[in-house]
């Protein structure tokens, strides 16, 4: 095995007495977007029998509370974990702020007619805002990005409503920076890639979530402000999770076995070191440790 400045581990028992808080990332970690992985279950009741404090941080695109539901149906109740703060929560207490004087610059200036860019199960998102769904991208001050429209779309698929949307002037704000997540077998854009396209047409974004800094310092506060050395963030992707927790000073274990399987195992099934390491170079961005999975 090459030298490398992480370290695998097999499971957070070797390690857990170095912590006291847990930033966990949903999919991809907890579960594949149709059920838990093995070992989840069993990792959260020993967390919570070592007595550490455990925080859910996703970039799910929709509310906290509107998250807990599909939680419990995977198994993990709310009596598991100690909090759960997602990227929608974070753009949807930004937008309650729109047109204040406090608010941050963009959302003070922000007008209030909106396009949702994403699916029906992401409406929670206008609960208790003063905001307007339109229905029509055009007469849209802002566009609200949370997902595509359905599992197998494209980006791509909507470039000329996109470049319009440029053309136009719309900033969008972007509820979840993540580019693809681990949806059963397969990987499904997300908002992020969505977003990606929009700048890369010219278009203004701003994000809410992993891996910008505003996320993790609620994430923290969540936690009591934990000391940052005996926080752990756990996540799958170098590009958001383990950047994010880089970026925060935050120690970080990424799991192998979501979005990047395919790319950071051999044919044999076994943990590539080499790959990984090839593309934290290229990612900028090291985790502390790495594992196959959320297991104890």
């Known amino acids: 095995m090459p030298d490398t400045s992480f370290t695998a581990i097999n499971g957070l028992a070797a390690i857990a007495d170095r912590y006291d808080a847990f930033i966990i990332d949903l999919w991809g970690v907890v579960h594949d977007g149709k059920q838990p992985y093995p070992g989840v279950l069993d990792c959260f009741a020993a967390l919570k029998r070592a007595g550490k404090h455990t925080l859910l941080l996703s970039n799910a695109p929709r509310r906290a509370h509107a998250a807990l539901g599909r939680l419990a149906e995977l198994g993990l109740t709310r009596d598991r974990f100690d909090e759960l703060l997602t990227s929608g929560e974070d753009a949807w207490e930004a937008l309650r702020t729109r047109g204040r004087a406090d608010a941050a610059p963009f959302y003070r200036d922000l007008g209030r007619r909106c396009f ?3 699916a029906a199960r992401d409406l929670s998102l206008f609960e208790q805002i003063d905001v307007e769904r339109v229905d029509d991208i055009a007469t849209a001050d802002f566009i609200l990005c949370t997902n595509l429209y359905d599992y197998g779309e494209k980006p791509a698929d909507h470039a000329a409503t996109l470049r319009a949307a440029v053309a136009r002037g719309q900033p969008m704000i972007c509820a979840n920076p ?20 929009y700048e890369e047409l010219g278009g203004r974004v701003v994000y809410h ?20 050395a005996r926080v752990l963030c756990i996540g799958d992707s170098l590009r958001t999770d383990i950047a994010g927790a880089n970026a925060a000073g935050l120690d970080s274990l990424l799991v192998v076995g979501g979005i990047h399987r395919e790319e950071f195992t051999g044919p044999d099934g076994r943990i590539d070191h080499a790959r990984i390491e090839a593309a934290c170079a290229t990612a900028h961005a090291r985790p502390t440790w790495i594992g196959p999975g959320l297991q104890w």
């Open 178 to 197: 993540d580019l693809v997540v681990v949806h059963g077998a397969a990987l499904e854009y997300c908002a992020g890639a969505v977003a990606a396209l």
């Open 209 to 228: 979530g992993k891996p910008h800094a505003p996320i993790y310092a609620r994430a923290r506060a969540l936690l009591g402000g934990a000391a940052p």
């Open 116 to 118: 949702l860019f994403g």
